[in-house]
């Protein structure tokens, strides 16, 4: 019990410190940086995209994920591994693919919005006609 309390007002110490626009802009500060709750929701949205259910332990489990990422993150910015040619050039591969896949998604988005009758309609077209060549084939 004693804990419990002990922990609650270390939480409402550190809390109070923080405004509360702060505090409900952001999941954590990690070394004195915020970690904003919006990358848990690019996340949780990934999530949801591949059919998986947020449940409250699986926010859990994205919110430790993004505390990780940017524990993670601020280590290599530390070593200098963010200023080095190979990780420009690994930049550089994933916004290409970042850039092709959006590119793809928002033309199948825009291609399923168009309404039956903006498309054209390929069942009334007459079968292709096909013309063989019945001239013998000549060897020498």
């Known amino acids: 019990m004693k804990n419990k309390l002990v922990s ?3 939480l409402a110490a550190f809390l109070g410190g923080m405004s509360a626009a702060a505090v409900a802009q952001n999941v954590a500060i990690v070394n004195g940086k915020a970690v904003p709750l919006a990358r ?3 996340l949780s949205q990934q999530v949801e995209r591949t059919g998986r259910p947020v449940t409250p332990e699986v926010q859990q489990q994205i919110k430790d994920k993004v505390i990780a990422r940017e524990v993670f993150m601020q280590e290599a910015q530390k070593q ?6 190979e990780f420009k050039n690994q930049m550089e591969l994933a916004r290409q693919a970042i850039l092709i896949r959006e ?15 903006s ?14 060549n019945t001239a013998p084939a000549i060897s020498w």
């Open 8 to 10: 609650g007002l270390a």
């Open 40 to 42: 848990v929701e690019a």
């Open 103 to 117: 590119l793809f998604a928002t033309t199948k988005k825009l291609i399923r919005s168009q309404t039956p009758k």
């Open 119 to 132: 498309r054209p309609n390929t069942t009334s077209l007459p079968p292709p006609t096909v013309v063989r």
């Open 80 to 85: 200098g591994i963010d200023r080095t040619a």
